[in-house]
Antibody, heavy 122, light 108 residues
């Protein structure tokens, strides 16, 4: 069965960086893209961008351009999301989510990771 | 970017009742690329509906989606105890992908 297992909770100080991992199993990793979404307390979800696991190309939401980097490692079927220059309003649960359709047929996600809480506090 | 507004914020209903959730877009959603997710506390979101009206694998047929352009609806025909949760709509027809603020379906 499809599983996306994310790394554990992180605490960072303002200005630092965080890198979240997402280990995929149960499907052909290199055929699908991965969305990254976050949800801050009391707010709706927010999309950070997506990365293609078949060619490594990433597309970032303009709001996060320059601060976010998404990568994949097909040898370990793991996706990564790094966010830099953290601020207190980056405190949120961060999710990876597999695309429903292979080769970016559409960008909707079917399976999601369990989420990683990132807390930014001085 | 497309802003999605969900209504109502909270829906108080009893098991067995019908739930109707609305999602309105600030501009037309290309291709009717609109999804609905269910979210329970401590769990990952669960895809219910995609392409406005297609049920995801394993989703019971009491869940149905409809609509196009700027107005979309999720209907739960008869609420089961496990359906009380928060529901989000998401558009994926244009970048950036965006989500609504959610509708909480609570037990009356």
């Amino acid at each position: 069965q499809v599983q996306l297992v994310q790394s554990g909770a992180e605490v960072r100080k303002p200005g630092a960086s965080v890198k979240v991992s997402c280990k995929a199993s149960g499907y052909t990793f290199s055929n699908y893209g991965i969305n990254w979404v976050r949800q801050a307390p009391g707010q709706g979800p927010e999309w950070l961008g997506w990365i293609s696991a078949y060619n490594g190309n990433a597309n970032y939401a303009q709001k996060f351009q320059g601060r976010v980097t998404m990568t994949t490692d097909t040898s370990t079927t793991t996706a990564y999301m790094e966010l830099k220059s953290l601020r207190s309003d980056d405190t949120a649960v961060y999710y990876c989510a597999k695309h429903l359709v292979a080769f970016a047929g559409t960008l909707v996600s079917d399976f999601w990771g369990q989420g990683t809480l990132v807390t930014v506090s001085s | 970017e497309i802003v999605l507004t969900q209504s109502p914020d909270t829906l108080s209903l009893s098991p067995g009742e019908r739930a109707t959730l609305s999602c309105r877009a600030s501009q037309g959603v290309a291709g009717s690329y609109l999804a609905w997710y269910q979210r329970k506390v401590g769990q990952a979101p669960r895809l219910l509906i995609y392409d406005a009206s297609s049920r995801a694998t394993g989703i019971p047929d009491r869940f149905s989606g409809s609509g196009s352009a700027t107005d979309f609806t999720l209907t739960i025909s008869r609420l089961e105890p496990e359906d009380f949760a928060v529901y989000y709509c998401q558009q994926y027809g244009s970048l950036p992908l965006t989500f609504g603020g959610g509708t909480k379906v609570e037990i009356k």
